[in-house]
């Protein structure tokens, strides 16, 4: 499974591909194949996204996982303060990164 992440323009926000625009929601991410670059040059053209790229992920249970432990940390959100964190719809979301 291929799934496109980058940053809101605007906010700087972590967000996924969910095929009908952007989420923040890892667990919202759909499959973008090999569209994925184009894609990303389509919405960073028009100014919805900022960084975008194509990532490996997984399809589990409980939703999306990236692939890579970069990109689950980033779907979770800041890593500085535990209180900003995003609130994934998978609660054992905390066990990604180990």
Do not use: C, F
Request: proline letters at 4%.
């Amino acid at each position: 499974m291929k799934i496109l992440t980058g940053n809101d323009l605007v906010t700087g926000d972590v967000i996924w591909w969910a095929g009908d625009g952007w989420s923040r929601q890892v667990g919202d991410s759909v499959d973008v194949g090999e569209q994925g670059d184009d894609l990303a040059r389509t919405e960073e053209a028009a100014l919805r996204v900022v960084g975008a790229y194509v990532i490996d992920a997984t399809l589990t249970d409980e939703g999306v996982r990236p692939a890579h432990i970069k990109d689950r940390i980033r779907a979770l959100g800041p890593t500085v303060r535990p209180d900003l964190n995003l609130k994934p719809n998978d609660a054992d979301a905390g066990n990604w990164v180990i």
